[in-house]
């Protein structure tokens, strides 16, 4: 895995759920796409901050394991 930081547009479903604002990537608002290249440019100009979202990022990827996803599904099916 790479671990990138991740640019997105903030849209109802998806993105939200797998990129965490400030921490392993932007979300910037849907269809604004000057929002969208300045974020990028901010990821290009600091190196510094790529390496904290690529830490953030292989700590918050384990939510989304096999394991993490079998685990929320075994518990929506048991205590509902």
């Known amino acids: 895995y790479n671990y990138l930081p991740i ?14 604002h400030n921490e392993t990537g932007f ?7 000057q929002a969208f290249s300045k974020a990028l440019c ?13 830490q953030a990022a292989y700590h918050f990827v384990h939510n989304f394991s096999e394991d993490a996803v079998i685990d929320l599904w075994l518990n929506l099916f048991t205590n509902n």
């Open 27 to 33: 979300l910037v608002p849907d269809g604004d796409a």
């Open 42 to 54: 901010k990821l290009m100009d600091s190196p510094e901050m790529v390496v904290e979202f690529q």
């Open 7 to 20: 640019v997105a547009y903030d849209v109802r479903v998806g993105p939200p759920a797998l990129v965490k």
